[in-house]
Structures are given as structure tokens and as C-alpha cells.
């Protein structure tokens, strides 16, 4: 999922710009010192200028070496979504695409992006969530599910799983119906946060009818006006409680060792 952003930059992003390069041989073979950094510079302001000439909705977020010698590593947001671009210490090539190393077969890029991607989880309002678990449970995790979306379905019993070997961890759960996808997500969602009820919840995820939403609702749509703010757009999220994003359904096991690190 994470590498999907680099899609966003469209045909606007090219791996060849029309500058030459101007390196000489000497700084491609290494010998601009240890500190490359005393040779090349590029400031944000430059950084934020070159990705504005390829696309003027780029934001640059961060500037810094990457982990290859000879690469500036530039973040950016584009349309909600974050990501990672390489620029050649000429500042005339970008490149798009991972880092991997060999030795350790790390995927540094990625784990970049998880980095730039992480959310405070103090920034998300908890009142209106449904809670599985023990509210003064030493761990937090922040999920945004979809009664309709077969993932969240899945998601819900490996949630109950983890409280069956835990009782250390709590799951506050955020109505995020993609209505996009499951038209009648929105009204199940308003008709269980009405409710407060995670059984009511079951009760839609299992294919059961629901009784129509008993008040006014102004939760779900909060939910919604929030993933948009913080570039959540499909569920499940989790968010464990260092901030780290998770996109997708994910085994008990493993939450687990996610959130207790």
C-alpha cells in the first residue's frame, strides 16, 4: 500500500529532467569526503521548487541524504498521501522506486514511509468509539472499520483473539464507512454509533439487520471529515500506539507484537 503514492505523481515525475548531469568523476568514485553534505547542498525551499515545476501540488516535507551516497531523499505530501522521491546530487535526475538492502533485505523506503506516515494517536478523539477491551488498559489501539468491509470482518475476530490471550490491550473502534464502496455502510454505522453498541456492530458485520439509526448522529460524519484530514481512506486502519499506520487486516499474533514492542 505505501508504495502506491508514488502513483499519484502521474507522468508529471520523470526519471531524467532536461539538466545535465555535472558530477565529475572523482564524486561519483566517493571522494567528496566523508561528509558529502560539505559539497552539496539543497535547502527545502530549492527542494520544494524543483517538485513544483513537475507537479505544483507537491508539498515537500523533508529534505536529507538518503541512504545511498549520491541521492538527496526528499519527502512530500501529494493528495492526502505521503511519499518518498530520490534526487541525484546533480539535482538533475529523479528517481522513484525502493531502497532495499541486500545484506539485510530491509526495505528502507518503506520503512521510511511507515515513519512519515505515523499519526499521534493523542490527535484522534476517542469519546464517541466503541471499546473492546478494558478502557484503562495500558495499551491503546485506535482502529477505523467499516460494518460492510469484508477486512474489517475479518480484523473483528483476530481483535477478539488478542483479548483472549491480553487483557493489557484495548481497541477503540472508529465507524469509517467507505461509501463509495458499501452504500449502505453509512446508515448501519450511524444505527450501531447511536448505539454505542459493539454487538450491534457484530450483529451488521454478520449479516443482520439493523434497526434504523435512534438519534441524531453526528459521530460517523466526523469520522469521515477526520480520515480525510489525516489520509486515512481504507479500512481497516489500525494504529497501534506508537503511531504507526497499519493498512489492512492483520493476524492476532502479530498485532500483538506490533503493539507491545
Known amino acids: 500500500m505505501l508504495f502506491t503514492v508514488f502513483v499519484l505523481m502521474g507522468a508529471a515525475f520523470v526519471l531524467a529532467l532536461s539538466r545535465p548531469a555535472v558530477w565529475g568523476f572523482g564524486e561519483i568514485a566517493g571522494s567528496c569526503e566523508t561528509d558529502c553534505q560539505k559539497c552539496h547542498k539543497l535547502q527545502k525551499e530549492e527542494a520544494a521548487s524543483i517538485l513544483r515545476g513537475l507537479n505544483p501540488n507537491a508539498e515537500v516535507l523533508d529534505v536529507r541524504l538518503s541512504p545511498v551516497r549520491g541521492l538527496w531523499e526528499i519527502a512530500f505530501a501529494l493528495q492526502g498521501k505521503k511519499g518518498v522521491l530520490y534526487l541525484d546530487f546533480s539535482k538533475g ?85 467507505l461509501v463509495n464502496l458499501h452504500p449502505a455502510a453509512y446508515e448501519k454505522a450511524k444505527a450501531v454509533s447511536c448505539e454505542k453498541s459493539v454487538k450491534l456492530l457484530e450483529d451488521a458485520m454478520n449479516g443482520k439487520s439493523l434497526p434504523k439509526a435512534s438519534c441524531e448522529d453526528k459521530e460517523v460524519d466526523a469520522t469521515i471529515k477526520l480520515a480525510a484530514e489525516l489520509g486515512i481512506s481504507s479500512t481497516p486502519t489500525i494504529i497501534v500506539p506508537d503511531g504507526t499506520v497499519i493498512g489492512g487486516f492483520v493476524e492476532a499474533d502479530a498485532l500483538i507484537k506490533l503493539v507491545v514492542k
Open 93 to 177: 535526475n529523479i528517481i522513484q522506486g525502493g531502497i532495499i538492502k541486500i545484506e539485510s533485505k530491509e526495505d528502507l523506503t518503506a520503512q521510511r514511509l511507515q515513519e512519515l506516515s505515523k499519526i499521534d494517536p493523542a490527535s484522534i478523539p476517542l469519546e464517541g468509539a466503541l471499546v473492546m477491551g478494558k478502557k484503562d488498559a495500558k495499551y491503546s489501539v485506535i482502529v477505523f472499520t467499516d460494518p460492510d468491509c469484508p477486512y474489517c470482518k475479518r480484523l473483528h475476530q483476530e481483535i477478539k483473539k488478542v483479548l483472549e490471550k491480553r487483557d493489557d490491550i484495548a481497541f477503540y473502534l472508529k465507524l469509517y464507512p
